[in-house]
């Protein structure tokens, strides 16, 4: 009797601690994955429509000048999970709308939360090629990222390097040995589709093969010689700080502008919207009237 009684108190313990590390393997991964694009950007009226190519879906600003003079294209290019929604306060910027073709894409597998993730960053890269093709001003295309999108815009840099005139990370990972998976993602990937979530499973999937895929291109870095702008907070508790200055690091050959936000976290690219904007334009068009706040490292 004391022995069954002891055995159910031991079955009940062992169940209360499983229910816990899931609920805080939940927790981790929300705050890892689950910060909230759509509620970030400044919501506009009479929204362009959205176009496909392939296996993206995207929206386009100032697709052609009616007097034939073509503006230099910027591609931005969401995290995980997300969509091209991410970047729409870029895209209805009155400053940037005047000097800019504008794509913001939704990546491959993104289309819908339910769709077959791609978690190869070649494959993404692949995707994007086409649309560095849309540039018509014989400047190139910058590509500018946020979080997961910086190793896909850094892998599209290495592939197509002829095609893409500059990069904006805006707290992006790129150290293997401080992104990838966690023990919590490790364990996310047991969990099935309808406790975890459609959308924090597919980006569980994307993070899980990165690490291996960034200790591939470590050598390619020293390949790239666009100007580059790195912008991070340093109280980002989703991706590391140290991938800033690895980046900067690591890109001997290019012109980098980084910009260390004090007291910033993850939420830079909306909360440092202006700053971004106008250091972007100083670094890539540098006659612009645009009165610059420069910070460097």
């Known amino acids: 009797m004391v022995l069954t009684k002891y055995k159910s108190l031991h079955c009940v313990a062992s169940f209360r601690s499983v229910l816990t590390l899931l609920l805080l393997c939940l927790s981790l991964?929300?705050?890892q994955f689950g910060h909230s694009q759509s509620n970030s950007f400044v919501s506009t009226q009479n929204s362009p429509a959205v176009k496909t190519l392939g296996a993206v879906d995207y929206i386009e600003i100032n697709a052609a000048d009616p007097s034939g003079n073509f503006k230099q294209l910027i591609i931005?290019?969401?995290g995980t999970p997300g969509s091209y929604t991410a970047f729409r306060s870029y895209l209805a910027d009155p400053v940037m709308q005047e000097k800019f073709h504008?794509?913001?894409v939704t990546r491959p597998g993104w289309r819908d939360d339910?769709?077959?993730k791609v978690p190869s960053l070649l494959e993404q890269a692949a995707?994007?090629?086409p649309f560095l093709a849309m540039d018509r001003s014989?400047?190139?295309a910058l590509l500018m990222a946020h979080s997961y999108g910086g190793p896909v815009i850094a892998r599209t840099a290495m592939e197509f390097p002829d095609q893409i005139a500059g990069l904006i990370f805006v707290a992006t990972s790129g150290d293997p040995r401080l992104s990838g998976p966690r023990w919590y993602?490790?364990?996310a990937v047991v969990l099935p589709r309808f406790v975890l979530g459609a959308s924090l499973k597919g980006a569980n999937a994307e993070i899980m093969p990165l690490r291996a895929q960034l200790e591939e291109m470590l050598p390619r870095w020293q390949d790239l010689t666009m100007p580059v702008l790195i912008v991070q907070g340093d109280r980002d508790r989703l991706v590391h700080p140290g991938n800033a200055l690895f980046m900067e690091r690591m890109l001997v050959n290019s012109e980098v502008r980084f910009l260390d936000r004090q007291g910033q976290g993850h939420f830079v690219l909306w909360e440092e919207a202006e700053l971004i904007r106008d250091n972007l334009i100083d670094l890539f068009h540098r006659n612009a009237s645009v009165?610059?706040?420069v910070l460097s490292d």
């Open 29 to 31: 991964l929300q705050s």
């Open 138 to 140: 014989g400047k190139g």
């Open 185 to 187: 993602n490790r364990f």
């Open 127 to 129: 995707a994007l090629q």
């Open 291 to 293: 009165p610059v706040e």
């Open 102 to 104: 504008m794509i913001s």
């Open 76 to 78: 931005f290019v969401h």
């Open 114 to 116: 339910d769709d077959t």
